[in-house]
C-alpha cells in the first residue's frame, strides 16, 4: 500500500517543507554572516586609514630597515600594501 | 637587513593596528562602511526578534511530523492492516493530516524566509536608534563576532577575569547559567560577571561605574529564577529606586515589586505571596527586616554606604545577609576613606574569609599576590579599561581662574569654614559674576554652538540655582526632588534635541543615573573625594556613549580648591594601590587621615583665607 495524502504524495509534500526548512534556517546564520562582513569591511578600513597617516619610518620598531624603502620613494606604511616579497626585491637597495 | 624583513614588519603593523581597531560608529561622523554594519546589526535583531521563535516552532512541526510519517510507514507494513478497510482509512486520515502538516511547515517557512530576504532598514532611522541606544547594538555585535575578531581587540579589553586566579576564573567560566528569563543581550564579561555570582554565591561586585553592574546582578536573578528561585531582594538609595523598577522591567521577565512609602506592609506581604524583586531603600529596610523570612538572593546596590558596622542601615543589611544564600554588594568604589572600609565589605558578604583578610591586612605590608589570592573568591572588579575599548575618549581638563578682587575680598570675607570656603571659591561676590561663571558662560557658548548637552554639577545648590540663572532656566535635580520627577527630568532632557544644560547636585545627581545623551560634564568645585567626581563623569561616559566626552573641572586658583585637588589626588592613588588592583603595596599609607599632608593644607589654606 502506498501512503497518500488527498492532493498528492505525502512525500512531495515533506520533500517541499523540508526544503522551506532548510531555506529559513539559513536566514539568521546569513544575516550574522552579513554582520561579520560589515564589522570586517570596517576593521579594513580603519586599518588602511591608519596605514595611510603612519610613515615608513614607524615599520622601524617592527623590525624593518626602513632606509631601503624611504630611499625607493615610500612614505607611509600603505605604500607597502599589496607588495608581495619578489616586487620589493626590484627596488633597489631593499634587500641587502 | 631585507625585503623579507619589510614584508613581515607590514604584516605584524597590520595586526597592530587591527588589534586597536574600535568598532564605535560615531553618529558625528557617519561613515558608510559604519551604516552598512549599523543596517545589518539592525536587521538582525528584528529578524531575532520576528523569526527566530517561528523557524524553531516551524523546525519542530516539521521534524515531529516527519517522525509521525515514519511511524506511518512502519504501520503499512504491517499485512494485518492491509485487511482491514476500517484501518485503510483510518491510514488515509492520518496521511492527510500529515499532509496538511506539512504544507503548513512549507507556508510558514516560505513566509519567514521571503519576509527576510524583503526586509529591509532605514538607514537614517538605524542611526537615530543607535545614537539613542548604542550598548544595545555593541552588545548584539559582541554576541556575534567570532570569538577570534574580539580576542584581536575589536571589542574586548584586555582583561574581562578581572585578574582572578586561573583557577577561580575558569571555574567560573565553566558555570552554565540560564538567561532565558533575561531579555537584554548582555556583553562578555557580563556574562563571566553573572557565572561568577551564580558560582561564588557571595560576592563584591566592584566593577568600576558605568560597566553594567545592575545587569549582571538581573541576570543572576534570571538564572535562578530559571532553577525555580522565586524571592529576590534589592536595597539600593532612594534616588535609584525607581530606576531599579525600570531596569527590571526593561531587561527581564521577572515582576518588580517596590516595597516603600505607606503601602510598604501590603507590598512586602505580595512579595512574599508572589515572589519577583522586592526593591527597597536603606531607610525604609530598618522597617522591614524582622518582617523578611529566606529568600534566594540579596542585592545591596551603592554598598559602599554600608561599611559603618555601628550603624543600623548597616546592621539591617547584615541581618539580611544571612538569610539568604546569594548576596551580591554592588559598589564601583568599595575603597572611599579607609582600607578597613574595603575589608568590612569583603568579610560581611562573606563571611568565611573574614579571618584570612584580617590577619592579612594587619600586615604593615602585606603580599599583593597573597591579598589578590584572599580576595578572589569574594572581590571582581573590572575597570573601563579592562573591558570598554569601544568607549569614546574622555579629555579631563582643570580650569584654572583666577579670582577678580571682588572675588578675592568676598572669599576673604566668608566665614572661617571649610564649606563657606567651597561656596565662596566658586560664587565670589555673587551675582553671577565670579571667574569660574564667567568660564562657565564661555564654556557652555562653545557647547551650545556644537549642539551638545552638558551636565553640570556641583555640591551646593545655590550653584545649580546660579546655573540655572546664567543659561535661562534650566532643569535641576537635587536631593529634594522625588525619584519620579528625577526619572522625568532626566527622560526630558533625554528626548530634547540638541543642546541642553542639565544641573544636578553631586551628591544626588552622581549615582545611579545614566546620562549617556550628554557629551559634556562640568564639575563646579573639586570633591572630597575621587569617587565622586569619577561617578559624575561616570554617568556621561558609560557603556553606550557613542561621542568623545569632555570634562572640565573649575578651579579658583589661591583657594580651598586647590588644597582639595591635592587631597582627591591623594585618595585616588590609594584606590589605585588598593582596590583597583585588588593588591597592596604599602598599607601603611592606605588611610588617609585627618593629619594627612593634603588635610594639614587644606587647614593652612583656611587659615591664611
Request: with cysteine; charged share 25%; proline share 3%.
Amino acid at each position: 500500500m502506498q501512503v497518500r495524502s488527498g492532493r498528492g504524495g505525502v512525500h512531495a509534500d515533506a520533500g517541499f517543507a523540508s526544503e522551506q526548512v532548510k531555506r529559513l534556517t539559513q536566514v539568521l546564520p546569513k544575516a550574522r554572516a552579513e554582520i561579520i562582513a560589515a564589522t570586517e569591511a570596517v576593521i579594513q578600513e580603519a586599518v588602511l586609514a591608519e596605514m595611510k597617516a603612519t610613515p615608513i619610518a614607524e615599520l622601524k620598531d617592527f623590525g624593518a630597515s626602513v632606509g631601503p624603502l624611504q630611499s625607493v620613494g615610500f612614505r607611509t606604511v600603505a605604500d607597502l600594501s599589496g607588495r608581495s616579497f619578489g616586487s620589493l626585491l626590484n627596488y633597489r637597495g631593499s634587500a641587502t | 637587513m631585507t625585503a623579507e624583513a619589510a614584508i613581515r614588519a607590514f604584516g605584524l603593523f597590520q595586526e597592530s593596528a587591527r588589534a586597536h581597531v574600535r568598532l564605535l560608529p560615531d553618529p558625528d561622523n557617519r561613515r558608510p562602511s559604519d551604516g552598512r554594519l549599523l543596517v545589518a546589526l539592525a536587521k538582525y535583531e528584528t529578524l531575532v526578534r520576528e523569526v527566530s521563535t517561528r523557524t524553531e516552532e516551524a523546525q519542530e512541526r516539521y521534524v515531529e511530523t516527519g517522525e509521525r510519517l515514519q511511524a506511518l510507514r512502519a504501520k503499512t507494513r504491517v499485512r494485518d492492516h492491509l485487511f482491514s478497510l476500517g484501518s485503510q482509512a483510518n491510514l488515509v486520515r492520518e496521511t492527510d493530516q500529515l499532509a496538511v502538516e506539512f504544507r503548513w511547515v512549507s507556508t510558514e517557512a516560505r513566509n519567514l524566509s521571503d519576509y527576510a530576504e524583503r526586509l529591509t532598514m532605514d538607514l537614517a532611522e538605524t542611526w537615530r536608534r543607535y545614537a539613542g541606544n548604542a550598548a544595545t547594538f555593541i552588545a548584539l555585535l559582541e554576541s556575534v563576532l567570532p570569538a577570534r575578531v574580539v580576542a584581536k581587540g575589536a571589542l574586548a579589553g584586555p582583561d574581562m577575569r578581572g585578574g582572578l586566579p586561573a583557577e577561580i576564573a575558569d571555574a567560573v567560566e565553566a558555570t552554565q547559567v540560564d538567561l532565558r528569563l533575561l531579555t537584554a543581550n548582555l556583553r562578555r564579561y557580563q556574562q563571566f560577571g553573572t557565572q561568577y555570582i551564580v558560582c561564588q554565591k557571595r560576592v563584591l561586585l566592584g566593577d568600576d561605574m558605568g560597566l553594567g553592574k545592575t545587569i549582571q546582578v538581573l541576570a543572576a536573578m534570571c538564572h535562578l529564577a530559571a532553577q525555580g528561585k522565586k524571592h529576590f531582594f534589592v536595597v539600593a538609595p532612594n534616588s535609584v529606586l525607581i530606576n531599579w523598577e525600570r531596569e527590571v522591567k526593561k531587561h527581564t521577565k521577572l515582576n518588580p515589586i517596590v516595597v516603600h512609602g505607606g503601602d510598604r506592609d501590603d507590598e512586602l506581604e505580595q512579595w512574599q505571596r508572589e515572589g519577583g524583586v522586592a526593591i527597597t531603600t536603606y531607610t525604609t529596610l530598618g522597617r522591614l527586616v524582622d518582617k523578611i523570612t529566606a529568600f534566594d538572593l540579596l542585592a545591596v546596590d551603592e554598598a559602599h554606604s554600608v561599611k559603618n558596622p555601628e550603624t543600623q542601615r548597616t546592621q539591617s543589611v547584615v541581618r539580611l545577609s544571612g538569610l539568604t544564600e546569594h548576596v551580591v554588594f554592588m559598589s564601583g568604589t568599595a575603597l572611599e576613606n579607609r582600607l578597613s572600609e574595603l575589608q568590612f565589605l569583603v568579610t560581611t558578604v562573606q563571611p568565611k574569609v573574614s579571618a584570612e583578610v584580617a590577619s592579612l591586612l594587619k600586615q604593615v605590608r602585606p603580599v599583593p599576590a597573597e591579598v589578590r589570592m584572599q580576595l578572589a573568591p569574594v572581590y571582581l572588579r573590572r575597570t573601563q579599561a579592562d573591558v570598554l575599548t569601544e568607549l569614546p575618549d574622555l579629555t579631563e581638563t582643570d580650569e584654572v581662574v583666577p579670582l577678580e578682587s571682588a572675588d578675592i575680598e568676598a572669599y576673604r570675607m566668608s566665614p572661617d569654614n571649610l564649606m563657606h570656603k567651597r561656596l565662596a571659591a566658586t560664587i565670589g561676590a555673587g551675582g553671577q559674576q565670579s571667574a569660574k561663571f564667567d568660564r562657565l558662560r564661555e564654556l557652555l557658548e562653545g557647547y551650545q554652538e556644537d549642539g551638545r548637552k552638558v551636565a553640570v554639577f556641583s555640591f551646593f545648590r545655590q550653584v545649580l540655582d546660579d546655573v540655572s540663572t546664567v543659561v535661562g532656566g534650566c532643569p535641576q535635580i537635587h536631593g529634594s526632588i522625588s525619584a519620579e520627577e528625577r526619572q522625568l527630568v532626566l527622560d526630558r532632557f533625554a528626548a530634547k534635541e540638541g543642546f541642553g544644560v542639565l544641573a544636578l547636585q553631586i551628591e544626588a545627581g552622581g549615582v545611579g543615573i545614566n546620562l549617556q545623551c550628554a557629551q559634556v560634564v562640568i564639575l563646579m568645585e573639586p570633591q572630597f573625594k575621587p569617587s565622586t567626581e569619577k561617578q559624575a563623569i561616570a554617568r556621561v561616559r558609560r557603556m553606550g556613549q557613542t561621542r568623545k566626552v569632555n570634562a572640565h573641572r573649575l578651579i579658583s586658583k589661591g583657594t580651598v580648591d586647590e588644597a582639595l585637588v591635592l587631597l582627591v589626588e591623594q585618595k585616588k592613588q590609594v584606590f589605585e594601590d588598593y582596590a583597583q588592583h585588588s593588591s597592596v603595596k604599602d598599607a601603611s599609607g592606605m588611610a588617609i587621615d585627618a593629619g594627612s599632608a593634603a588635610m594639614e593644607e587644606l587647614r593652612g589654606i583656611i587659615a591664611k583665607a
